[in-house]
C-alpha cells in the first residue's frame, strides 16, 4: 500500500511563493510519476506539474514558468516550487503518485494513490 503525506499549503499574498512537498512511502515501482493537480470549488481536477520516474516533466499551462517541479529520488519525494501566486492559484492541491506496470493478465495499467489535499490560499 501506498502512503502519500503532503506539506506545504497555507496562504500568501499575491506576488508570494509557496513550497508543496509530497512524499511517497510503500512500493514505488520503476516506472511512476509523482505530481501536483489542483481543484477550485465548482471546478475540474488539472494538472498542475508532474515528473516522471524517467525525469520527464508536465506542466499545466496556466503555470507559464512560475512553477517548478523536481524530484528526490532517494527520498520518493517530489517538491512543487511556486512563486508568484496569484488569486487564481488558489485552490486544494493533491498529490499525486502514478505507478506503471504491465502484464499479460491487466495488460498496461495505472495505479494511482492521492494524497488528502492541502489548502493554497492567494489573497490580493
Known amino acids: 500500500q501506498v502512503q502519500v503525506v503532503e506539506s506545504g499549503g497555507g496562504s500568501v499574498q499575491a506576488g508570494g511563493s509557496l513550497r508543496l512537498s509530497c512524499a511517497a512511502s510503500?512500493?514505488?515501482?520503476?516506472?511512476?510519476?509523482m505530481g501536483w493537480y489542483r481543484q477550485a470549488p465548482g471546478k475540474q481536477r488539472e494538472l498542475v506539474a508532474r515528473?516522471?520516474?524517467?525525469?520527464?516533466?508536465s506542466y499545466g499551462d496556466f503555470v507559464k514558468g512560475r512553477f517548478t517541479i523536481s524530484r528526490d529520488y532517494g527520498m520518493n519525494t517530489v517538491n512543487l516550487q511556486m512563486n508568484n501566486l496569484q488569486p487564481e492559484d488558489t485552490a486544494v492541491y493533491y498529490c499525486?503518485?502514478?505507478?506503471?506496470?504491465?502484464?499479460?493478465?491487466?495488460?498496461?495499467?495505472?495505479?494511482?494513490?492521492w494524497g488528502q489535499g492541502t489548502q493554497v490560499t492567494v489573497s490580493s
Open positions: 499525486n503518485i502514478a505507478i506503471y506496470g504491465s502484464s499479460i493478465e491487466r495488460g498496461e495499467w495505472t495505479n494511482d494513490y
Open positions: 510503500g512500493s514505488i515501482f520503476r516506472d511512476n510519476a
Open positions: 515528473v516522471r520516474s524517467g525525469g520527464s516533466t
